[in-house]
């Protein structure tokens, strides 16, 4: 599922500019097709132009029949009559997705026989200090077993001593949720720490869900400012 909203603070309409003769989002849908890792993909949307956009590019769409406060939200109507076990949220600003770091994924809930863990998602090492600093980019931290302990935008954790040489992690927007634990989210109230931050995955560690971080190297481009698009086209060529 590709939750796609038309409206964004920081770059309105972005998933609609062109990135190499094509829209971001049809970008995004055709990258995560091209996986072949799941039985079906759909954009979700509230909005005619990109479910138009999708559908008429040969693409699968579903649109919102609701107002949503998230992209969890938004993909939890959409699944609520499928019938799945496992719902993996692509975002729609990712024209780079690929399928090795889906496929760890995925991995992640084929070796969990208990069916401990409630959702996974990717992480990414950083390095460089302004990306550290940047509170667009969202920080985990995570325990021995890379479980989420939680999710900032601020540089986690605070480097006091720096010679400790702490390691730093940008979280990568794709998650793969049981669906019990996508649907519960929706009933679930915001608390503090989500509305503070802005960042919805953290609504599942206040409530004592687990999330399973996996590594990866591949880190692409999220397309969240204009600049974030040129450098996109760059990498494209």
């Known amino acids: 599922m590709i939750p796609a909203r038309y409206s964004a603070s920081r770059f309105p309409g972005k998933l609609m500019q062109n990135l190499a003769g094509k829209s971001v989002i049809l970008r995004t849908y055709e990258a995560t097709v091209a996986t072949k890792l799941f039985s079906e993909v759909y954009v979700v949307t509230d909005s005619d132009i990109i479910y138009d956009e999708i559908v008429n590019n040969g693409g699968k769409a579903i649109m919102s029949l609701k107002e949503h406060e998230s992209g969890s939200d938004r993909i939890a109507e959409a699944v609520a009559n499928i019938d799945c076990d496992i719902v993996v949220n692509v975002q729609g600003d990712e024209p780079f997705t690929e399928g090795e770091s889906l496929a760890k994924v995925l991995n992640v809930f084929r070796n969990d026989e208990k069916k401990e863990i409630d959702l996974a998602s990717l992480m990414v090492e950083i390095k460089d200090w302004d990306e550290i600093n940047n509170p667009n980019s969202v920080k985990v931290i995570v325990d021995q077993e890379n479980f989420a302990l939680y999710f900032s935008r ?84």
């Open 154 to 237: 601020s540089p986690i954790p605070y480097p006091r001593d720096k010679e400790v040489n702490a390691r730093y992690f940008k979280h990568k927007g794709i998650y793969a949720f049981r669906k019990e634990a996508l649907l519960e989210f929706t009933v679930l109230p915001m608390k503090f720490l989500e509305a503070s931050e802005k960042i919805e995955c953290i609504r599942y560690l206040e409530y004592g869900k687990r999330i399973k971080m996996v590594e990866t190297e591949i880190e692409g481009v999220e397309i969240d400012t204009p600049e974030d698009l040129e450098k996109a086209k760059l990498l494209w060529k």
